[in-house]
């Protein structure tokens, strides 16, 4: 049997299997229920609901500039801090209207770390679902005559791409799971500051987290040019040793909680 059957899959299957076990280890260990980290899915979502349709007007509006005959680097560059700003500003942004005016009693580092995980997972389980669903469709391709679903013309890219995936080397074939493994601190070291504008009550820290992922999205955006797909993840894997350092720097006690009052005799 192909190895990359199995690993194809794997990789799927962790892409979603892994947020959805740190949820349930934060729950239950902390003891926080499931609503936080629904809270964070749902943030997430928010957030791509104005970031995609802003970047798609931007890229409409921009290519009609004379941009276009910009120098390549120069043009790279723009995209880096463009695409990391517009990141940091809707997710961020959104995260910090979700702790203001819909979650205003989370105000912990244990919740700030089960909002982030939400926000993270969520985002891991949908891209899991779109790599399984990719998985699926090659497996039945892999075993069917293409010129019988492909047109004429599109016949000899269709073979070529099939090709190209059941052909990879079988380590690249989990790179989606290492990137979400990645992903996720960074996330939850994002929603952590974000918190910390409530805990510590000083703004200055939303702006960190706006730079913070402005900086690690614009790092992926010129990666994605310069570097191989293993370096590249080296460099999210940094990231991501910053955010677990991030996180626990932050720690700070558990609010106590209050008594309930006694009644009246």
């Given at each position: 049997?192909?190895?990359?059957?199995?690993?194809?899959?794997?990789?799927?299957?962790?892409?979603?299997?892994?947020?959805?076990?740190?949820?349930?280890?934060?729950?239950?260990?902390?003891?926080?229920?499931?609503?936080?980290?629904?809270?964070?899915?749902?943030?997430?979502?928010?957030?791509?609901?104005?970031?995609?349709?802003?970047?798609?007007a931007m890229s409409l509006w921009l290519n009609g500039t004379g941009m276009v005959y910009w120098p390549p680097l120069a043009q790279l560059a723009f995209n880096a801090?463009?695409?990391?700003?517009?990141?940091?500003?809707?997710?961020?942004?959104?995260?910090?209207?979700?702790?203001?005016?819909?979650?205003?009693?989370?105000?912990?580092?244990?919740?700030?770390?089960?909002?982030?995980?939400?926000?993270?997972?969520?985002?891991?389980?949908?891209?899991?679902?779109?790599?399984?669903?990719?998985?699926?469709?090659?497996?039945?391709?892999?075993?069917?005559?293409?010129?019988?679903?492909?047109?004429?013309?599109?016949?000899?890219?269709?073979?070529?791409?099939?090709?190209?995936?059941?052909?990879?080397?079988?380590?690249?074939?989990?790179?989606?799971?290492?990137?979400?493994?990645?992903?996720?601190?960074?996330?939850?070291?994002?929603?952590?500051?974000?918190?910390?504008?409530?805990?510590?009550?000083?703004?200055?820290?939303?702006?960190?987290?706006?730079?913070?992922?402005?900086?690690?999205?614009?790092?992926?955006?010129?990666?994605?040019?310069?570097?191989?797909?293993?370096?590249?993840?080296?460099?999210?894997?940094?990231?991501?040793?910053?955010?677990?350092?991030?996180?626990?720097?932050?720690?700070?006690?558990?609010?106590?909680?209050?008594?309930?009052?006694?009644?009246?005799?």
């Amino acid at each position: 049997m192909n190895i990359l059957i199995l690993t194809y899959g794997l990789n799927a299957v962790l892409m979603i299997a892994m947020p959805v076990g740190l949820a349930v280890f934060l729950a239950r260990r902390w003891k926080l229920g499931w609503s936080i980290w629904w809270i964070g899915a749902a943030t997430f979502i928010l957030s791509q609901v104005g970031h995609i349709p802003f970047n798609w007007a931007m890229s409409l509006w921009l290519n009609g500039t004379g941009m276009v005959y910009w120098p390549p680097l120069a043009q790279l560059a723009f995209n880096a801090v463009f695409l990391g700003l517009s990141a940091g500003v809707f997710e961020e942004g959104t995260r910090w209207l979700v702790l203001r005016f819909w979650i205003k009693k989370a105000r912990s580092w244990r919740t700030g770390i089960l909002f982030g995980a939400g926000h993270g997972g969520v985002e891991a389980i949908l891209f899991g679902i779109l790599v399984l669903a990719s998985y699926v469709s090659m497996l039945v391709l892999r075993s069917m005559d293409l010129s019988a679903l492909v047109p004429a013309g599109q016949l000899e890219l269709a073979q070529q791409q099939v090709a190209a995936y059941w052909s990879a080397p079988w380590y690249a074939t989990l790179l989606g799971a290492v990137e979400r493994l990645f992903a996720i601190p960074c996330h939850i070291a994002l929603a952590v500051m974000v918190m910390q504008v409530f805990t510590r009550r000083k703004i200055g820290w939303l702006f960190a987290a706006i730079g913070f992922h402005a900086l690690l999205d614009a790092a992926a955006v010129f990666g994605q040019q310069y570097l191989s797909i293993y370096a590249l993840e080296g460099v999210i894997g940094l990231f991501a040793v910053l955010s677990v350092c991030i996180i626990f720097l932050l720690r700070q006690p558990e609010p106590l909680a209050k008594p309930d009052p006694v009644p009246l005799p």
